[in-house]
């Protein structure tokens, strides 16, 4: 189920068109949320949480997936929360484990949630729910992380 190399170089590749012929920053996360989830088979919700002007809560991007209550989380709440404080990503195996997990739906049983950086400010996160449990691999680091180093470009 993990990711090939040449999986991850197609889909970082599909990014960089994305982003070159894509003129505006909604459309591009848009597009990319699109991407991941119609080409992982176990990424089920793909959507993106933006800083907010107070720069103390998240505000809820483009998605793809079903329809969540989250639209405005708190720094340090829930995973995407934490990961806006820690600004390093967080690969959650198995929901059930964490604490301060936000369930968005009873379906999720893993999730990866990894800081989009601009000059080196944390602007958004892109955050990836899935119905399996334990999915995620070093590929799936390997991957988002060099989307998010593209998606920079867009912040």
Known sequence: ????????????????????NTSSREKALEKVSVMLEGEVPYYHWV?????????????LGPYVGDP???????????????????????????????????????NVRSEVVFPIMKQGRFVAELDIDSHDLSPFSDHDTELLEGICEQLEAVF
């Open 1 to 20: 189920m993990s990711l090939s190399a040449p999986k991850i170089e197609s889909l970082l590749e599909e990014t960089r068109h994305i982003l070159v």
């Open 47 to 59: 959507g993106f949480y933006l800083v907010d002007e107070s720069g103390e809560n998240l505000i």
């Open 68 to 106: 969540t209550d989250h639209k405005k989380i708190a720094f340090g709440k829930g995973v995407c929360g934490q990961v806006a404080v820690s600004e390093t990503s967080r690969i959650i195996q198995d929901v059930s484990m964490e604490e301060n997990y936000l369930s968005c739906s009873s």
